[in-house]
Every structure is written in structure tokens, then in C-alpha cells.
């Protein structure tokens, strides 16, 4: 039996009509409030905030942590690029000793030491120039053969020269066409609350760096973790920038269309900027992020409050054409819509919602983020809005406020109502078959779709190498900022062998001074999986046991003492192991043991050299095994194995979320329905449009080769949020038409008279397609349009993930206008309530049905 919802309804109704003076201004005070959160919202960039909590990162960090750095404590290095010319020529030479000189010059910049080729070449031609002017001047006073045979001696004497220089080095010529010159900077560790607001003292250091090298000329870029982070956090600005305000356009040119009249136009633009404050207040508040993720809500925000708009408007303004009066048209309008977007919300939620599911915490973010702003903007559009166009409506007969259209979108004697019709004539020649071959496709599709690839990498949150020409295009301030940062990394790694995507960790931890440790540790590199590179038959490896190896090759004394604690004679200590990490530790190999062995002897860091064109995929799956192979606990880390487990975890959260969000939305259709109008079956009927569409979109991202990444993995979840509006729409309009068709004494009142059983389901659809199909088209085309912008993002990603959401707003319209009608004739007679539903001359939906009905319904007027 169905619950008698109607009382709370006629409450809100009492209110918007009877005091919509109160309610304007209560909402108004509460976005007053969310304007000063929305204030307080800081950003987080780049890929770090994925990688909390995964196991494989929180390795990585134990390992960075516990063992000393390259340069130790407390220190930080930005990368000089030089390029453009012959780097090892005597001009070039000069121009980067000048630019180390002005650098050094600079206590701002906190310089401690520097490396370079030009530092090198100089030394070796004059032993006691130490200073960078020193050096200058001993390059200057040089000829370029002695330059030139500088360069192949210290090629030749010192192995760091050539790891600077780009791969196209040929020391017999003495020519390279790249170089890289490290400078060292000391910089305190920062407090909590800075790294908490994502500051970070090498951006100001590295910007100023930029400024040095320009003045001195020459091709000479900067490139460090600070130039990166401003660039994590300028693109978010520069992407917000450029989207949200073509989306805000995009949508008044619809809401003109949708409209037609300025007074309303401006109320709906006033209710979505309302929706944005008091999601970004909220988040202000709630001391939540703002990171690249969520550069998608306020377009989704727009597109969903424009879609409640132009329902709320639209039905209202179907009761006004028809003669009745403020009052009594809008409490129309919200009996119908309140339960349509309560409905409608509650499955955008789960939706949403079900996003709490992931491992990751962006995703949990945006998940709550979206589900709270949408709340906000059913709030705002369900009773701000109506209650405000009341207010409007009344002062319009008492001031003149202009008024242009004020004839409802898509009104059933229109062209496009009439257009509309086709999934309803489908519906009375063949449903069952429609259906089959319905479920025909959706089968299909969702077993192409399971070959979607998963991906995650730092690039993704980069903007690309090149701003396209349409960006560089735009007029200030919408123009994006220049960018470097992805161009730097292509480069160096097309040029340099930088070996940081060619090694993965196992993070060991236990009693490393148990007899057994070292031995653990050379077992484990045995019979290497196929994508670690070999030696001699063994995986290749930098650890402790290659430490304790190399000072045994150089020192007899040492080799002895190894010798007398190994008892299987392999060469590897399994005796008295303290004495022998003691003796590495107070040796010239101390530096190096710090770096694989802790001060306490309590964990162990090993890297192993991996194939560069091995997939991350089968990399990570054997450096897992072979951490299997360790008798201690042993974690595999390491870029490459925490991106695949990050890539591993969207995967999991695109389908578990995905999962949730369809059982949630399917247990709350057929709860409300079974509440609302007694017919809980309704709330399966409803989700077939919903499964289609899924699978559809699911296939197109494998057809078009888009994988789930850190944006994408949100779609699918998304598409049931977004896309349950248009089929929760057409079926609560249907329940209603066929409602009233059947019992109250309304129906006679304003139908002429005319009373139909309750079961003529297809007179009923055609009421329902052309009634408020206008509505779902102008919400559709406003959706796709607003979300579509995000086409327009600086980096691709969100580019993807705007045209994924695109679509399936337009495929849930679809499957909703063609699909749902042969869904609710068959549910009709299954359920028994359309008992003339398939009779052909009683019920002709596509044609003459639905303009007696429109008939019937316009004599009373």
C-alpha cells in the first residue's frame, strides 16, 4: 500500500506559495554563510594525495625516510637544462659558468654546492679553479682544442661526466647536444601545517632560478619539484578558468532558448551560482582539498541545477498556459516535482556516494564533494527557486518587470513533442521484441567493454607538452600559463639515462642481523623473472650484499673476515653479521651501506634493475614474487609498483563503486515506488534505461581507446547518478498520467470530463513522452553542453573524462525516450495495470492518442 507522502508535501507547497518572501531570505543568509567557507578552500595537486594509505607508497616512503639521500637531509636539487647549441663548445661552456656564477651570487637561492659538465671541464683545465668565476675564467683563457681535449679526459677519468650529458654525446669530437647541471640547495624540513597547505620553498627559489638563467640568454630551463608543483596548482586555476565560465555561457544560451524570458533567465542563474557557493563554502568547512578531480563538480553542479530548473520552470509553466493561477499552478508543479527530485537526488547520491568505495582518497572526496552539492542544488532548485519565481510572478502584477514567453518547452502540439513519440510507437507495434534485441546489445557491449585498459601516471595530471592553439588563442585572464614541466620530463627522458622508470624496491624489514638476513637477500635474486635484468644468471641488484661484495674486492682484510663467517663458502656472511656491517659502516663505502641499511639494522632497502620496455604491469607482478621469496617481511615498491597498484586500485573503485551504485539505486527505486505509488516493480523498470546506458559507455571507452584512470574511473559511477534523471522523470510523469486518468475527481475536472482506465498505459505514455519530453531534452542538450566544456581542460584527462560524461548523459536520453516506453507497456502488462495497454485502435501512442489526449486536456482551458 502506498504511503501518504501527500502531507509533506503540502507543507513545502504551503510554504513556497504562502511565504516565499521567508524562504528567499533564509537562503540567502545561508549562502552569505558558505561564502565565507568557500573562502577558506585550499588546492592539492599532482598524484601524492592517490597514493595515500597504498600499502606500496606508505613502502616508499619508509624507504625514503630510513635511508639517506642522495644528498642527504635537509636538502633539495634543481635541474639545469641546457640546450640549443654544442653544450661542451667554449661558448657553451661560458654561458653556463656565467649562470652558476649570478646563481651563486644569490643567498636567497640557499645554493650549497653544484655539478655540472662545464664545472668539470673547468677543473680539469685549471686543478685550483674551485669558484665559479675561477672556473669561467679558466674556460675563457682556454683554446677550444684544449677545451676539447679537457672534455675527453675527464670523459675518460670521471664516470659522472657522462651521466650529465645527453645519450648523443661523442667525447672524440667533443660534442653534446644536452646537458644537465645539478644544483643543490639547503632547505628546512617544513612544519606540518606548511606541507598540509601545500607549500613548498623551492617553487619562489626555482621561479627566481628562471629569471637568472633568462638574463644570461641561451636555451637554459629550470626544472625541479618546485616548478612541478606550481604547475600541479596553476593548471587546476587555469582549467577552472577556462571551463567554468564557457560552461556558464553555454547554459544561458540555453536557459535563453529554455526561457525566453530575462526575469527568469536572471532567477536561474542567481540558483546556479548559489549551487557552486555553497558546495565550495561546504568544502571550505569541511577543510577539504580542492584537487584536480574536482575541477569536474561545478560543471556537473551547472549541468544537474539546470536540468532541475527547466523541469521546475517547465511544468510550472504547463499549468500557467492552461489558466490557472500563480498559486495553484506552482503547487502543481511541486506536487509532482519534490517527489521527482527527491527521487531523482537520493539515486544521484548513491551514485555519487558509491564512490566512498575506492581505496583512494580523491575519489573518496569527490564522491562526497558531488554528493553534498547536489543535495545543495536540489535544495536550491526544489525550493529556492520555486519559491522565488512565485515571489517573481506576484511582483510582476504589481511592478512592471518585463515579461517576454512564458509557454512551456516542447508542449505536447509541438514539433518536438510530436518528434518524441517514436520509442512510444515502438512501444505499441512490437516492446517485446525491442527488448530482446535490447538485451541482445546490452550483453554485447558489457563483454567488449571488459577489455578496458587501467592506467595511472603523472602525466595524466600535467598539462600537455603543447598548449593547444585554441588556449594560446583566448584573451586574458583566460589565456592558460605557459608550461614546462611535461616538455622537461619528455626531454630528459628521451635524452638522458635517468634510470628512474628502469628499477623497482623491496623494502625488507626485520633482524637483519640474523644469521640468515644476507643470505635471504642474495637467494631472493635467483632465477630472476623475465622483466629484471640479469647477471650472470642473477637478477641485477644494488643492496648491501653488492656493498659488502665491493669492499671485500678492495680490502684483504675485510675478504678475510667475510671469509670465516661464510659458512657455505658462496661469498655472502651468515655468521657474526654486526661485526661485519660494523667494519662497512667505519670503511669508505659508508655513504653507500646507508643507503641500503638502516642505522639500526632493522630494515633493508634493495633495488633491482628491471627491463625499460617490460609493461608496469607483469614488472610489479614479479617484483611481488620475488619479495615473496624474502624469509623477512618484504614489501615491493618503488614509481613503477605503486602506479600499478594505484592503477590496480581505480580499477577495483570503477567496478565496486559501479556495483554499489546499481544495487543501492535499484533497492531505493523499488523501495519508493512500492512507498509512493504501491508499485515497487516500477523501480526495476526504471534502472533497464540506466544498464543499457552503462554498458554502452563502457564499450565506447574501450572503442575509442580511453582507459579508467584517475578521472575516468568515476564515470560509470556517474552515469547512473546523472543519467537515473531522465528515466526517473518520464516514469514518475507516467505514474502520475495514468494516475489521474484513473481515479480523481481532478481528472474529470480538468480533462472535460474524460475518465480512462487506469490501466491505458500507452495514451498515458504519449501524455508522458510529449509532456515533459521537451523538459528532458533541453535538460539533456544543457547537461551535455555544460559538462561537455570540460573538453576545453588544459590537461586531457579531464578533457576525457567531460566528453565520457557527455555521453552518457546522451545515451541515458536516449534509452529513456526510446527504450523506457516498451519497458513500462511490458511492466504494464505483466503487472496487470495495462489490461488495454497493447490494443491498437484504443491506444494509438504515436499518433492519435496523444492528441486527443492533448484535446481532452485543452477544452477545460
Sequence with gaps: ???????????????????????????????????????????????????????????????????????????????????????????????????????????????????????????????????????????????????????????????????????????????????????????????????????????????????????????????????????????????????????????????????????????????????????????????????????????????????????????????????????????????????????????????FASNFTSALVPIRDFGLVASVGIVFTALIFGVFLPAAKVLLDYSRETYPIPTFSQTPLGSEDSSLGRALTGGVGIARRAPVVFLLLTAVFTAGATGYATGVDTSFSQEQFLPPEETPDYLRALPEPFRPSEYTVTRDINFLEDNFETGQDEEVVVYVEGPMTRDTALESIYRAGADPPDTFVTEDGRASERSIVTVIRSLAATDPEFARLVARNDRDGNGIPDDDLATIYEEVFDSQYEALARQYLTEDRRSARVVYSVEADA????????????????????????????????????????????????????????????????????????????????????????????????????VLAITIGLGIDYSVHVVHRFTDEIGEAAESPRTDERRGGESEAYGDALPALGRTITGTGGALTGSMLTTVFGIGVLVLAVFPAIGQFGLLTALSVVYSYVASVLILPSVLVVWARLSGAGSRAGTRDESDASGSDASDGATARGEVE
Excluded at 59 to 70: G, H, I, Q, W
Excluded at 255 to 279: P, S
Excluded at 617 to 637: L, M, N, P, Q, S
Excluded at 682 to 697: F, H, R, S, Y
Design 1 to 351: 500500500m502506498a504511503l501518504d507522502y501527500q502531507r509533506v508535501i503540502d507543507w513545502l507547497d504551503d510554504r513556497i506559495v504562502n511565504r516565499p518572501g521567508r524562504i528567499v531570505a533564509v537562503f540567502l543568509v545561508v549562502t552569505a554563510v558558505f561564502a565565507v567557507g568557500a573562502t577558506q578552500v585550499s588546492t592539492e595537486a599532482g598524484t601524492e594525495s592517490f597514493a595515500e594509505d597504498v600499502p606500496e607508497q606508505v613502502a616508499l616512503d619508509a624507504v625514503n625516510r630510513e635511508f639517506e639521500p642522495t644528498f642527504g637531509a635537509g636538502t633539495a636539487t634543481t635541474q639545469l637544462i641546457h640546450t640549443g647549441e654544442n653544450v661542451l663548445s667554449k661558448r657553451g661552456l661560458v654561458r653556463m659558468l656565467t649562470i652558476r656564477e649570478r646563481l651563486a651570487e644569490r643567498e636567497d637561492l640557499r645554493i650549497i654546492g653544484t655539478t655540472g659538465p662545464a664545472g668539470i671541464v673547468a677543473t680539469t683545465l685549471d686543478p685550483e679553479a674551485t669558484t665559479p668565476e675561477e672556473q669561467r675564467r679558466a674556460v675563457e683563457r682556454a683554446s677550444p682544442a684544449r677545451i676539447d681535449a679537457a672534455v675527453r679526459r675527464a670523459a675518460r677519468d670521471n664516470p659522472s661526466f657522462r651521466t650529465l650529458l645527453s645519450e648523443d654525446f661523442n667525447p672524440e669530437s667533443a660534442r653534446a647536444s644536452a646537458s644537465i647541471t645539478v644544483v643543490e640547495h639547503a632547505i628546512p624540513e617544513l612544519a606540518d601545517d606548511e606541507q598540509a597547505a601545500g607549500s613548498n620553498p623551492l617553487t619562489p627559489i626555482q621561479r627566481e632560478m628562471q629569471s637568472v638563467a633568462a638574463s644570461v640568454g641561451g636555451d637554459v630551463r629550470v626544472f625541479g619539484a618546485g616548478i612541478v608543483d606550481a604547475e600541479f596548482g596553476s593548471v587546476i586555476g587555469d582549467t577552472l578558468l577556462v571551463v567554468v565560465p564557457a560552461a556558464a555561457l553555454l547554459i544561458v544560451l540555453f536557459l535563453v532558448v529554455a526561457y525566453r524570458d530575462l526575469a527568469d533567465l536572471l532567477l536561474g542563474v542567481v540558483a546556479l551560482l548559489m549551487a557552486i557557493v555553497w558546495t565550495f563554502g561546504f568544502m571550505g568547512l569541511a577543510s577539504i582539498p580542492f584537487n584536480q578531480i574536482l575541477i569536474t563538480v561545478p560543471p556537473l553542479l551547472l549541468a544537474v541545477g539546470i536540468d532541475f530548473g527547466i523541469h521546475a520552470v517547465n511544468r510550472y509553466r504547463e499549468e500557467r498556459v492552461q489558466g490557472f493561477g500563480v498559486a495553484d499552478s506552482m503547487r502543481t508543479a511541486t506536487d509532482q516535482l519534490l517527489v521527482a527530485f527527491f527521487v531523482v537526488t537520493t539515486t544521484s547520491v548513491i551514485g
Design 615 to 714: 609493461p608496469d604491469a607483469e614488472v610489479t607482478a614479479d617484483a611481488r614474487r620475488v619479495a615473496d621469496r624474502y624469509r623477512f617481511e618484504a614489501t615491493a615498491t618503488g614509481n613503477i609498483v605503486v602506479f600499478q597498484a594505484i592503477s590496480d586500485l581505480i580499477f577495483e573503485s570503477a567496478i565496486v563503486s559501479l556495483a554499489v551504485a546499481l544495487v543501492g539505486t535499484a533497492a531505493f527505486l523499488v523501495v519508493v515506488y512500492w512507498v509512493l505509488v504501491g508499485r515497487p516493480t516500477l523501480g526495476v523498470a526504471n534502472l533497464v534505461p540506466i544498464v543499457v546506458t552503462v554498458a554502452a559507455l563502457a564499450a565506447t571507452m574501450r572503442l575509442v581507446g580511453v582507459s579508467l584512470n584517475a578521472f575516468t574511473a568515476t
